[in-house]
């Protein structure tokens, strides 16, 4: 059996990696229309020009790189675009000025390498031979000579790695290398002049910008709409140029994301749309992270036909705080006519079992839905778990047992059993506990156990997944008994 030639690497502690915040998606705009096409080219050569002097100013030697300077750089950029334009170009600034360094610590490792190896050979008489995992000296006089040039070529240029990486100087370029180095071998790239022009500085204009926690659509400097509507954050020089309020200029057309297009839809946190008659709400919790999408379909019926106004735009913008989406209903009233409102609402998460987005499923509930009278019948039809909790009490304490029974099953019902869910102190109707689960189900557990045997196993199963094993053999009055947020005992 062989020896192996290096040890394998020692393996890490195993550590917790922090959920992704968000996604980038890059994509082309096609068959744009001639005065959009003129317009996104002047932001992007605007801009670009302003994240070149940005990047040349923060890539050289002796730079101060610390919040005054990027306050000061970020003034002086806003003067001439925005704030938010500013705030992309300073970070844009940023991570390419760390990738750069990034890339000059690893050549400064792999000129390490290389010159180590070279003077181990260089050290050897010329023409001995190599053993197994050890290389031997160079086969010729030639050689060695050839090699020892080449030792001196890396001590120059290690030597102008660790005075730039002392220095704080970085060298990019905008546009990419390869792309700098066609232009010299139009040919061999398949390019003509005209072509690696346009290009050229496609690739070093600045278009770009990052999603932003609270506002409207995700973004403010470039918003995409669900439907696809673009609208752009105009920089001061080009306000002049804007085709919608507060200087923003709207594309004609509309995009879509055929690849990871089911990201992109869940780039909010929450975003709300009003479309047609039906009212969505889409939302995803702070700390376990579950989505979960609420629509609804609202038809009003009157002595004359019902017509129905959006006034959104008129109302706290739904990515506001706090954050509201509104339906206005705008009706002929009749006094010998009754007026009829039916709302229609699908609730669905991101736990709900055979279903891809909550936000379609929700969406699709409503529009299929029937109208208010079957609906009506339908849970008529269901009222199989209302049969299952009877208990017959006569008179006003029967009429009190129901009322409680009514919240027990709103918070425990065979469609929570396999949920993984606790008793909440005061149900599901009640603040004070702030959702705490304490030992609640012992108050119901002989209820659950007679007519719903398969919650009662449930909610066993929930407390014994949160026992640590050294709890088991605590006395009863030494058992935490309160739990919340995260499932522990506590």
Known sequence: MSERKKPFRPIRDPF???????????????????????????????????????????????????????????????????????????????????????????????????????????????????????????????????????????????????????????????????????????????????????????????????????????????????????????????????????????????????????????????????????????????????????????????????RHTDESGRHACPWQTPPQIFQALVLPLDPARDAVVDKTVALYTSRDPAIGSPLRSAVAGVRSATEFAELLASHHRRAGLWRRARIEVPGEAGRILRLHLFHVLQTLSPHTAELDVGVPARGLHGEAYRGHVFWDELFVLRFLSLHFPEVSRGLLDYRYRRLPARWLDLPSGRRPDRRHRQGRQG
């Open 16 to 306: 917790v990696v922090q959920d992704a915040t968000g996604v980038a998606i890059r994509t082309r705009l096609k068959d744009l229309a001639p005065a959009d096409d003129k317009v996104i080219r002047l932001i992007g050569a605007h801009m670009g020009g302003l994240a070149a002097a940005d990047l040349a100013l923060y890539s050289r030697a002796g730079f101060e790189r610390n919040k005054d300077t990027w306050a000061g750089r970020k003034q002086s950029l806003t003067a001439q675009s925005s704030s938010r334009w500013a705030g992309a170009v300073t970070k844009g600034t940023h991570d390419q000025y760390a990738l750069a360094r990034r890339g000059q610590f690893a050549y400064r490792d792999t000129l390490y390498d290389g010159i180590r190896m070279l003077l181990n050979r260089l050290s050897l008489p010329v023409g001995e031979k190599g053993t197994k995992g050890k290389p031997g000296g160079y086969r010729s006089q030639g050689d060695w000579f050839h090699k020892s040039r080449r030792l001196n070529i890396l001590h120059a240029r290690l030597a102008a790695v660790e005075e730039d990486i002392a220095t704080g100087r970085v060298h990019v370029v905008r546009g990419g290398k390869k792309l700098a180095r066609n232009r010299h071998n139009l040919a061999a790239a398949g390019l003509t002049e005209a072509g690696w022009r346009d290009r050229w500085e496609a690739a070093r204009w600045f278009l770009s910008a990052d999603g932003e926690s609270g506002k409207r659509f995700g973004n403010e400097t470039i918003r995409v709409t669900p439907d696809g509507e673009v609208s752009i954050k105009l920089p001061k020089p080009l306000e002049h140029l804007a085709n919608a309020p507060r200087g923003r200029y709207v594309l004609s057309g509309r995009v879509s994301f055929a690849y990871r297009g089911d990201e992109w839809a869940d780039r909010p946190h929450l975003a709300a749309l009003h479309t047609d008659d039906v009212v969505w709400l889409r939302c995803r919790t702070a700390e376990s992270d579950i989505g979960f999408a609420l629509a609804s379909r609202t038809v009003a019926t009157s002595g004359g036909p019902g």
